[in-house]
């Protein structure tokens, strides 16, 4: 059984701790106003808007060290929907991982929309969870919780891969907000 | 109907160019030794490896001038498979369109392995095949090209979106290169 600490409550915050209650991991699911609550999970989810993440790094940075931390964002400008707000050549996992020199960071879940995560399906697919990451063991923990709450983890490569999830996340984003696909479709994995 | 010309005799090319003839269009196929001959579609298809599009540029270029130009190309390092060569703030397409100011250039294809351009299928999926660029009556041309040969074609935005497509396709060489999707499978759309 792994624990998971998640930080954010919102959709996704909440359909990953569904995920792994679903697989019969202990959950602790830490909102805003928990700033003060010691994380107790080995594997953290940081399951909040990408310019909060720097916020949760001030207060709980410390506290990630020897983690595996988890990055779900996708680091859009909201305004224009037209391009990413971090490196070209970079992403913003690799951002947490510089600020996070003691913790092994995974780039997961920022190509699955809530509602997919929550069902288990996307169309026909079941929804698959692409991880990205330098630490082997640290995905296969990851990929544990994912395949016990019935959905798919497929090892997506190096954390230099988080650039391309990002890409995957930021078009998906857009055909949606564009009604080219729905909230409930998407880009799915076809083995 | 619609007039082909594709440029590029390999596995994309030839699957191209069956898909338009399913669909009832003309379509003329060139190879290399064809430099000579003159280009008769109103479309066409530049279905060659990157390195090469800069000679095809070389020698077709002004002949391209007034036409849809479609790019397909996934601009990887094959040398190491952890990069693209192109500028991380610009695509392969975007070089493409800036050589030829008089073709309406668009990015299509890329995130399609060339099996499920033939088999019409993506496992349970019908392929889709995302198409971007600039210009609007020029992608509908080409979504008419998809959809009558019994593919489904969408809309993936601006031809700045061709970054994010380009992504797409890296990544999905990397999967099937490391076997987590085969070359039949890889990354589909859902309504």
Aim: proline share 3%; hydrophobic share 50%; glycine share 12%.
């Amino acid at each position: 059984m792994a624990h998971l600490s998640i930080i954010g409550t919102g959709n996704m915050g909440q359909a990953i701790a569904a995920l792994a209650g679903r697989g019969g991991h202990a959950v602790q699911l830490l909102g805003s106003d928990d700033a003060g609550v010691p994380i107790t999970g080995d594997i953290v989810v940081l399951a909040v808007p990408y310019p909060a993440v720097r916020t949760v790094l001030a207060e709980r940075g410390d506290a990630l060290a020897g983690k595996v931390v988890v990055d779900i964002t996708n680091p859009l400008d909201f305004e224009t929907f037209d391009s990413l707000t971090v490196a070209a050549d970079g992403s913003a996992t690799e951002e947490i991982a510089a600020a996070l020199p003691g913790s092994r960071v995974l780039k997961a879940f920022n190509t699955n929309f809530a509602s997919t995560l929550a069902s288990g399906s996307l169309g026909a697919l079941t929804t698959t969870v692409l991880i990205a990451g330098d630490d082997t063991d640290a995905k296969a923990d990851l990929a544990a919780v994912v395949d016990s709450g019935g959905l798919r983890a497929l090892d997506a490569g190096s954390l230099k891969r988080a650039r391309e999830l990002e890409a995957l996340g930021f078009l998906q984003i857009t055909l949606a907000a564009n009604e080219k696909v729905s909230w409930t479709g998407g880009l799915g994995v076809v083995a």
